[in-house]
């Protein structure tokens, strides 16, 4: 699929950056 989950993904899941 395209980088749009990826980007929701990354921006939800980044505990420390």
């Not at 699929?1 to 505990?15: D, F, Q, S, V």
Request: glycine share 12%; aromatic share 6%.
């Amino acid at each position: 699929m395209t980088g749009a989950w990826c980007r929701a993904l990354a921006r939800r899941a980044r505990p420390r950056g």
